[in-house]
């Protein structure tokens, strides 16, 4: 798929979503509230998917010495910072009117707003090293450990008793969800899945740039520097 | 505010935040390749 079908696809399902969302029938006991939940559940879920495929691009990349598995890690993680924005500033949305409160010291919430900094942290350490293997070898490191924060973040609501609902579809017995609601969310999930795979493709463009400037910086400097440094061949010694 | 008050609210963030990022790529990916072009 070329890379202007995939945006175009995603253009599309994103409005699709928003349309479904919309105006499927209101939830019998949060009433209208329930729609910001079709925008909510698909940015966590992303943030999830993001952070995972940072961590396989990282591992790939030790393994295989490739900086193409470290841009697409880099990607990842930047575009699931945006989406663990989102995940945090929709239920914000969603809590002042439903709990009460924009923010409480929930497991869940404290939970992924930690891994939402530390996947800032992630970026910084990226801009702040030199030299691109440098860079990919740590920052995989990085990536792995990571990645240890999603299982911990997806099943703090089962391990810990806090405000936040448990799991409504990933959950042993049946999903606990209505069919047209369901379809909403899963409607959200799908579009927003294929809008992440559009942003990263572009995002993974934009690192390859600003990887060959590097290369080519640190080519200058090599240059520069043997200009300055090496004797000329002719040079009598003193 | 409305219930659907909140949900336009958060509509609009989430709308907005990925429309500001699809142009946050667009410019960054514009100047990176005029700055790969000057060499």
Partial sequence: MTKRTLEFAAAGLLLTALVVGLTVPPDAVQGDFQRIMYAHVPSAWLAYLAFGITMIGSIAYLVTSKLRWDRLAGASAEVGVVFTGLALATGMIWGKPVWGVWWTWDARLVLTAAMFFVYLAYLALRRGIDGLERRAKRSALFGIVAALQIPIVHFSVVWWRGLHQPPTILRPDDPQIDGPLLFALLMGVFAFTVVYAALVRRRMDLALIEDSLVEASRAGEDVAGAAVTAPSVGAKPR | ?39
């Avoid at chain 2, 609009?12 to 790529?25: C, E, P, R, T």
């Fill in chain 2, 1 to 39: 505010m409305s219930d659907w008050g909140w949900v336009a609210f958060a509509y609009l963030v989430v709308y907005g935040s990925l429309g500001g990022y699809v142009a946050s790529l667009v410019f960054r990916i514009r100047r990176a390749r005029a700055e790969a072009d000057r060499g």
